[in-house]
């Protein structure tokens, strides 16, 4: 408003000193006397005003003429372009503005004003290797996907964008969830610019989870060459691979060359839980329990887990119960002090029946680090110690309401899984699970869930021992002193009147 007003305002006074301007001349006296080949010319105040206008006029076109006479000599001189040049310099002048505006215009999120632009470039520039790439991207802002894909197909056909072009189209169909499409433009711009570290993600990303695990080690080893991967990192995620590979072959019954695969990848990675597991098992199937042995002692010096335990007891699957704790030793001896080692000793001994050993090994992990596999073995100490079943039940309900305990969590969408994969089934990033205890938020506990230690039982037996109950008999109660039912107690008396009525009994 107040913008217009002072406009409206300049104007008036320009069109007013303008006028003041145009009197003051016509009514001045005087001019200017001009002396060309001893011919005087005298000019008045207006004529001399012309006269100025007419002669910056004549300098602007001298100039014009005098550079577009620069430009016919280039041309004679071989530079085919000179001329043109001279024509469309000023078309490319506001070609150029136009582009700079567009730029502005995308990077500020206005995607109808930089297609505007865009197309204004077009117009004066002719070059579309400039002014598509921000139509396609002010197109996808405005979420014109139709005319963005439009344009990446044009950009595809020129060679100097082609991987302009399939990025962009490969970014659309992974938006659309067209993975196969999306695979094939994938490769096709690895093939044009193999170093670019973003295609060799998405490529990587797209050929684990179709479990082209072939492909996906190429790429992986494409990415180390280029440098666009640690080495430590690419021998882990080359070991994944390795180890899906192998799966893969034991799907299709290829025994011999699953466990091939299956040595190969704990070698290129022995603290991989799930390579060092599959790998002692092709070493039992062939008969080489040393080399088992030796694999599983080593990954759990790196990390003990159960799957490790349940590899490790497969070498003598027939043994005593005695005889696998005498063997576990030489696992339990690595790391006494982790927590799986305490929880594999105490269900070795649950299972030589050697309670007050298996309740030694368990330790403190029912109050520090109580979770449904801990209480789950003390709920089965306390049976073996011949505990009531009022405190088996107590244990037992705690574990029902415990959280789950170490579990392969994805660690870019904190996602559980019951098993180790490549690849995350919900984010679909590629060796993100890690063996490891999620937030207690993640477990959702029913509605009172809490109560039930206090509904089915507790975890310690308060009852008093028979032998201290001194048993006297009662005195007779007459008829008229007999208690009558109330409402609050016909209930309970419904419930008990199926059980055998016991002797009454005071007890001091």
């Not at 002048?93 to 990077?107: D, N, Y």
């Not at 005319?147 to 990446?152: Q, S």
Request: proline letters at 5%.
């Amino acid at each position: 408003m107040l913008w217009s007003l002072f406009k409206i305002v300049l104007f008036v006074v320009l069109v007013a000193a303008l006028t003041l301007g145009a009197g003051f001349l016509m009514e001045s006296s005087g001019g200017i006397q001009i002396t060309a080949g001893g011919t005087e010319f005298t000019l008045g105040p207006l004529q001399s005003v012309i006269a100025a206008l007419v002669a910056v006029l004549a300098v602007w076109v001298f100039l014009k003429l005098f550079t577009l006479l620069i430009a016919t000599l280039k041309f004679i001189n071989g530079d085919e372009t000179a001329i043109s040049r001279y024509f469309d310099r000023n078309r490319e002048r506001k070609g150029f503005q136009a582009l700079s505006e567009g730029l502005m215009a995308l990077a500020s999120g206005e995607g109808r004003l930089a297609m505007a632009k865009a197309t204004k470039a077009e117009k004066y520039l002719h070059n579309p290797e400039l002014t598509d790439l921000i139509t396609a991207q002010a197109a996808e802002m405005t979420g014109d996907r139709k005319k963005a894909e439009e344009v990446y197909k044009r950009l595809v056909q020129n060679e100097t964008t082609r991987f302009v072009g399939v990025r962009g189209l490969m970014k659309q169909k992974l938006d659309s969830g067209d993975t196969d499409t999306a695979l094939k433009l994938a490769e096709r711009a690895f093939a044009i610019k193999p170093k670019h570290e973003e295609v060799q993600d998405t490529l990587l990303r797209l050929q684990a989870k179709n479990a082209d695990w072939s492909g996906a080690r190429k790429t992986l080893n494409a990415k180390l060459k280029h440098g666009a991967l640690p080495r430590d990192v690419h021998k882990r995620r080359d070991a994944v691979l390795a180890l899906s590979e192998a799966k893969g072959v034991l799907d299709e019954g290829k025994t011999i060359e699953a466990q091939e695969a299956a040595i190969a990848a704990n070698k290129s990675s022995p603290d991989l839980i799930p390579a060092a597991a599959m790998a002692a098992r092709s070493y039992i199937a062939q008969g080489r329990a040393k080399y088992a042995v030796r694999i599983l002692k080593k990954a759990w010096q790196v990390q003990p887990h159960p799957d490790l335990a349940a590899a490790f007891a497969e070498i003598e699957p027939n043994e005593t119960a005695q005889a696998r704790l005498q063997r576990f030793k030489q696992l339990t001896a690595m790391r006494p002090e982790h927590r799986e080692t305490k929880l594999l000793l105490a269900e070795l001994n649950l299972a030589a029946e050697d309670f007050p050993e298996a309740r030694r090994s368990l330790g403190d992990l029912a109050e520090s680090e109580p979770d449904t596999r801990v209480l789950a073995i003390a709920a089965a100490i306390e049976r073996g110690e011949g505990a009531s079943d009022a405190v088996v039940r107590g244990w037992l309900a705690r574990a029902l309401t415990a959280p789950r305990g170490p579990q392969w969590v994805c660690d870019n969408c904190k996602t559980i899984h019951g098993e180790w994969t490549p690849v995350c089934n919900t984010c679909e990033s590629f060796d993100t699970l890690s063996w490891t205890t999620p937030p207690q938020s993640e477990t959702v506990l029913p509605a009172g869930a809490e109560m039930l230690p206090l509904i089915v039982g507790t975890i310690e037996d308060k009852t008093t021992p028979v032998d201290d109950v001194e048993i006297i008999d009662p005195e007779p109660i007459t008829p008229e002193e007999s208690p009558q039912p109330t409402e609050a107690t016909t209930e309970q008396d419904s419930v008990d009147s199926t059980a055998e009525t016991p002797e009454p009994e005071k007890v001091k």
